[in-house]
């Protein structure tokens, strides 16, 4: 049997393939349209607010970073360069002073010991912008400095692993000798 609504003609405006007999939706009384307007603009507000004040930090921050706290220890571009290459070696230094079981404990003493002469890094590159020798210096130190801390991290395994062997191939119960 077929459906009797089939045989009834479609009008062309009308939506869902309704006869066109139905009423219209009733229209959204005044007070209706001023609450959409109203949570409209409070959700679009609360969104631009949102993006304006995540802009304005991340433009403080890239553009207009904090001052140093302490003035760099050195006076030119030279004695900045000298400095940061001292505090690698005295980080190297320190990193291998130590019975450490792990390689965390070698990073910390290298990091802390080249820590508060590199926190002047910036101010060393703002000293030596006018020369392009010291900026590749400066590059040259900074690029010893990454693989002097790898350095430490791999020699911390691998002392490790040797102090274990060592430690399991003489016995933990030999006494020191005495004299």
């Given at each position: 049997?077929?459906?009797?609504?089939?045989?009834?003609?479609?009008s062309?405006?009308?939506?869902?393939?309704?006869?066109?007999?139905e009423?219209?939706?009733?229209?959204?009384?005044?007070?209706?349209?001023?609450?959409?307007?109203?949570?409209?603009?409070?959700?679009?507000?609360?969104v631009?607010?949102?993006?304006?004040a995540s802009?304005?930090?991340?433009?403080r921050?890239?553009?207009?970073?904090?001052?140093?706290e302490?003035?760099?220890?050195?006076?030119?571009?030279?004695?900045?360069?000298v400095?940061?290459?001292?505090?690698?070696?005295?980080g190297?230094?320190?990193?291998?002073r130590?019975?450490?079981?792990?390689?965390?404990?070698?990073?910390?003493r290298?990091?802390?010991?080249?820590g508060?002469?590199?926190?002047?890094?910036?101010?060393?590159a703002?000293?030596?912008?006018?020369?392009p020798?010291?900026?590749?210096?400066?590059?040259?130190?900074?690029?010893?400095?990454?693989?002097e801390e790898h350095?430490?991290?791999h020699?911390?395994?691998?002392?490790?692993?040797?102090?274990?062997?060592?430690?399991?191939?003489?016995?933990?119960?030999?006494?020191?000798?005495?004299?």
């Open positions: 049997m077929a459906d009797e609504t089939e045989n009834v003609p479609r062309a405006g009308a939506p869902n393939g309704s006869s066109g007999d009423p219209a939706p009733a229209r959204l009384g005044r007070a209706a349209r001023r609450g959409r307007r109203v949570g409209q603009f409070l959700y679009y507000a609360m631009g607010a949102i993006a304006v802009t304005a930090q991340i433009t921050q890239v553009f207009f970073p904090p001052p140093a302490v003035p760099p220890p050195f006076q030119g571009c030279r004695a900045g360069l400095a940061l290459f001292q505090a690698i070696e005295q190297r230094a320190a990193a291998e130590g019975d450490d079981r792990d390689e965390e404990a070698a990073l910390v290298y990091r802390e010991a080249v508060p002469i590199w926190r002047h890094r910036d101010a060393v703002a000293l030596c912008q006018v020369d020798n010291a900026i590749g210096a400066l590059d040259a130190i900074e690029r010893l400095r990454y693989s350095s430490v991290r020699q911390a395994v691998e002392l490790t692993a040797l102090r274990r062997q060592v430690k399991e191939l003489v016995g933990m119960g030999l006494e020191p000798a005495r004299r």
